[in-house]
């Protein structure tokens, strides 16, 4: 016999940790969803061979070439939420056009945004050792870049803190029940 308790079950949390190469998307991203419980998903590696082979060789992504690499972020968005999986992933979304497509897969989603100036971006990728994004493509990032708008969702936290600060910073603009906590 089920006994309505009156609880209701928090619906998935769906977190996308969104800012340009070298705000520490993948290390803040990481250290979120161990923190919140939630299973990561790096957008790297849903990047077909094509947009690799284009950055590795120097030449930024266009929006044709972003477009099937959302898509994939969208259907792992999908399935975890069907799944009711509390999700984490990394996605630069940096166009508001991109986030919208992200959107599709769930109204609910949330960004955090590492907002980050050029020079300290620039410096981490050029300290960073294989990795296909080179430095010479900061700027264009930034010239794509967006920030999210008031009506988004999103919380914009100061990625040039300690990554510690940045994750609990994450953590406290996120708002997360604490039955979300693991």
């Not at 294989?130 to 990625?159: R, V």
Request: aromatic share 6%; glycine share 6%.
């Amino acid at each position: 016999m089920d006994l309505d308790t009156g609880a209701v079950a928090p619906s998935p949390l769906i977190v996308i940790v969104m800012g340009v190469s070298g705000s520490g998307k993948s290390v803040i991203g990481a250290a979120l969803a161990e923190a919140i419980g939630a299973r990561f998903a790096e957008a790297d590696r849903f990047h077909p061979p094509e947009n690799i082979n284009r950055m590795s060789a120097g030449m930024p992504l266009r929006d044709e070439d972003r477009w099937g690499w959302l898509d994939a972020i969208a259907i792992e968005i999908s399935d975890a939420e069907r799944a009711g999986e509390t999700l984490v992933v990394t996605c630069s979304a940096l166009k508001r056009i991109y986030r919208d497509r992200l959107r599709l897969a769930s109204r609910d989603i949330r960004f955090v945004y590492l907002a980050i100036d050029r020079d300290t971006a620039a410096a981490r990728v050029a300290a960073r050792k294989g990795h296909f994004m080179p430095a010479s493509l900061i700027d264009s990032q930034y010239a794509d870049l967006h920030p999210p708008a008031a009506d988004e969702n999103a919380a914009t936290i100061d990625a040039s803190k300690d990554p510690a600060e940045v994750l609990a910073d994450a953590v406290a603009a996120l708002k997360v029940p604490a039955a979300f906590h693991s």
